[in-house]
């Protein structure tokens, strides 16, 4: 089997390198990446995200990578912020994203219990089948660091609680996304990475 | 990173001890802690910032997510610890001397990134703030109340708390667990205790008692006392809501 080309689209600002050295520790190289050829070519397109959502969207327009995202059909990986922008809106800014999955993001609630933002680990719930599921099951803890979340819908693979349920993980088609951070999820995030190269192409 | 591991202004040994890092880190790693935090404890004093090349090598061994801190003055500091693929980093003495360098980190980087660390010293029943505390030659009050400077950092933009009671610190009888709670009523972030880790029964408390959403422990877990899965299996016999212990692939 060859390796993989994994594309990560550089929507700026992000912080990456901790991704491309957990691709690296499955055996999948990955360039970092605003040019449309090589990311339309890639087998694999992953869009990550730390910032703010208006910030990232102006970025990916100003590249023109905003309309291209919705014509890819190879396999893609929204991570975080990443997932964010795939929805349709983000309370955030009052951002419009990039329409590819029906939702928007709403601000997590803080209460004394759940600080915002949510940061660390904490336990999924799955309600859904997907082949990015194999080996994850509920009750698996992933890495979270977030202010914004889309809420649980027909898309949604899996969900986590912080002041109340969320879409931790979800499927559309080709589209898929976590609102966790994989690359720092330890052993259960590198095995959602490695489903995410083995998806059918 | 504790004093035996730090070159003492010789840099050729800088290599050896980014050994020792990577060893470490491999090592909780495995064990499963859920984040680690690395301290350059005598960057500050000394006015030098942290010798950063072990970070991406650091960033490149661990799957959970790590914090850097020690000198870290500037935005260019930050931006270059970040994008060797540290998760976060931790600002005490530099914001203490320039409380608007936690608005701009905030602005540049987002919330999450910025933990402020902040080491409050008990005295006469009032909790003060020090800086410079990895010398004790330098070490001096920041004359500042513990409580209102984490406000005052929160409103500002920090996005998680670190507090050191230097008390308890390295006395190994268990977190401050009022002046913890204290912190927590008026805390909004993420709170991490630290100082004082003795015993697993001492995690136990400061969850239950202090409602905090991390404790941090060196000592007793470096000189392997407490194994981090014992710790786990322990907290999560008491009910208290961590990550469980879970098989390698």
């Given amino acids: 089997m060859t390796r993989p080309a994994v594309a990560i689209i550089d929507s700026g600002g992000a912080n990456i390198a901790s991704l491309r050295y957990a691709l690296r520790r499955i055996g999948a190289d990955s360039v970092l990446t605003s040019d449309p050829a090589r990311i339309r070519d890639a087998d694999r397109v992953i869009l990550p995200g730390v910032g703010a959502a208006a910030a990232a969207m102006e970025r990916l327009r100003s590249t023109g990578i905003d309309a291209l995202i919705g014509e890819l059909t190879q396999p893609v990986l929204g991570i975080c912020l990443g997932m964010q922008l795939l929805a349709s809106a983000s309370e955030e800014d009052e951002a419009t994203c990039l329409g590819i999955i029906e939702g928007t993001s709403g601000k997590l609630a803080a209460t004394p219990e759940t600080p915002v933002p949510n940061m660390g680990w904490c336990p999924i719930r799955c309600c859904g089948s997907h082949p990015l599921l194999d080996g994850i099951g509920s009750g698996d803890y992933f890495y979270f660091v977030h202010s914004y979340a889309l809420p649980v819908a027909d898309y949604t693979l899996a969900t986590a609680d912080h002041g109340g349920p969320f879409t931790a993980i979800l499927a559309r088609a080709n589209f898929v996304a976590t609102q966790f951070h994989p690359e720092r999820s330890a052993v259960a995030g590198s095995r959602l990475l490695v489903n995410f190269l083995r998806l059918p192409a | ?249």
């Avoid at chain 2, 910025?114 to 990895?134: A, C, F, P």
Wanted: proline share 4%; charged share 25%; with cysteine.
């Fill in chain 2, 1 to 249: 990173m504790r004093e035996g591991k730090v070159v003492k202004g010789v840099r050729f040994r800088d290599h050896r001890i980014v050994g020792d890092i990577i060893e470490l880190a491999e090592r909780y790693c495995a064990d499963q802690a859920d984040e680690l935090v690395f301290y350059d404890i005598t960057a500050s004093p000394d006015g030098r910032t942290v010798d950063r090349s072990w970070v991406s090598r650091v960033a490149a061994v661990l799957d959970i997510p790590f914090c850097v801190a020690g000198g870290i003055r500037t935005i260019a500091d930050a931006e270059e610890i970040l994008n060797q693929g540290a998760d976060k980093i931790s600002i005490n003495s530099p914001a203490l001397e320039d409380p608007e360098f936690i608005t701009r980190l905030a602005r540049r980087f987002g919330s999450q990134c910025v933990v402020l660390g902040v080491d409050s010293h008990e005295l006469q029943g009032r909790y003060e703030v020090y800086r410079n505390t990895g010398d004790p030659t330098k070490m001096a009050s920041a004359a500042r109340e513990t409580v209102s400077w984490i406000v005052e950092a929160q409103e500002r933009g920090a996005g998680e708390i670190v507090l050191n009671c230097m008390n308890q610190d390295g006395v190994r009888q268990g977190y401050d667990c009022g002046q913890l709670a204290a912190v927590r009523r008026r805390c909004n972030v993420p709170l991490i205790a630290s100082g004082g880790a003795g015993s697993m029964q001492h995690f136990a408390d400061v969850f239950d008692r202090a409602g905090v959403d991390g404790a941090l422990a060196a000592s007793v877990f470096h000189s392997g006392e407490i194994r981090i899965p014992d710790l786990k299996a322990f907290l999560s016999g008491r009910q208290i809501d961590i990550r469980p212990v879970s098989k390698p692939e």
